[in-house]
């Protein structure tokens, strides 16, 4: 059986040899997918971050997965949706390390950093249905494969990759991509149920802050239409927002709910 990990934890996987983009795809098809949809590839050919920016890896050599949160956005408390993409991102975390990537961490709202290199990319987008979670994983990618310097996959981590995907441009480590869908899906799957039972902001919080790296960091925070914020990440309000202790001029305690957070210097 094919991935048989990841189906044993999502029978209803839709796996595809390759996939222009699997947000886009399921984004489209909201109305009609069933709860916790999955689809997946290892050949993502037009992948987006956020910002319609671009994701992108060579085919085989990463991980492109997509889960459909079915949901009500109108009947939510938005304090509560505001939590997801943040859980995606704990998923991710937590999946990254159970591979054996110790020092993964969540770069706030939801980049998965080795240190201070991307690993993984996640992005939600909320439809009327639900949210689609999406994410990038490198797996198997070379130094000389990353599409960008700041980038870095597992095998570079040190995880251990077989012969065939280390020795060739293109070729797929079929069982770790099975091991890393199987515990990205199973995380999420946990992390969603856990969110779903509307916890209290501490208890959303405490899901989050173990893997927070962003946390204590010196940051640079660049929002739009908006002078760039120096200061320290120091916690998460009740909505998920990120409380940055503003170098200037004030010290005062500035609330961040969108905007490209860089950590100015790395553990
Ligand atoms: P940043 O990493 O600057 O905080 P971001 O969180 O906005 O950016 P996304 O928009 O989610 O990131 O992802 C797109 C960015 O990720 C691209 O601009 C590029 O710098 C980087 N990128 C693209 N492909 C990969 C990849 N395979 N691995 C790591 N990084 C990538």
Not at 88 to 112: C, F, I, S
Not at 123 to 146: K, S, Y
Request: glycine residues 8%.
């Amino acid at each position: 059986m094919e991935h048989p990990l990841a189906r044993a934890v999502a029978p209803q996987l839709e796996w595809r040899d390759s996939c222009p983009s699997t947000n886009t795809d399921l984004v489209s098809r909201a109305a009609d997918l069933p709860d916790l949809a999955v689809l997946a590839t290892a050949d993502q050919t037009a992948g987006r971050g956020r910002l319609d920016r671009v994701w992108s890896a060579p085919a085989g050599a990463s991980l492109a997965v997509s889960i459909f949160v079915r949901l009500d956005p109108a009947a939510l408390d938005p304090q509560q949706l505001g939590w997801l993409p943040l859980l995606a991102g704990v998923a991710m975390t937590r999946a990254v390390r159970e591979l054996g990537v110790a020092g993964a961490g969540l770069k706030w709202p939801n980049d998965v950093l080795v240190h201070g290199r991307k690993l993984s990319g996640v992005l939600t987008e909320l439809t009327p249905h639900g949210v689609v979670i999406g994410a990038g994983l490198n797996l198997t990618l070379r130094e000389d494969q990353l599409p960008v310097p700041t980038a870095t996959s597992l095998a570079l981590e040190g995880v251990a990759t077989t012969a065939a995907a280390s020795d060739h441009d293109n070729a797929a480590d079929a069982a770790l991509t099975d091991r890393a869908l199987a515990a990205f899906l199973r995380e999420t799957f946990d992390l969603v149920a856990q969110w779903r039972a509307a916890p209290t902001a501490a208890a959303l919080r405490s899901l989050v802050e173990p893997v927070l790296a962003t946390l204590g960091h010196a940051v640079r925070v660049d929002q739009p239409g908006l002078a760039p914020l120096r200061g320290v990440a120091e916690a998460l309000d009740d909505d998920g927002r990120l409380l940055v202790r503003a170098a200037e001029p004030s010290s005062s305690l500035v609330a961040v709910s969108a905007g490209d957070v860089t950590h100015l210097r790395y553990e």
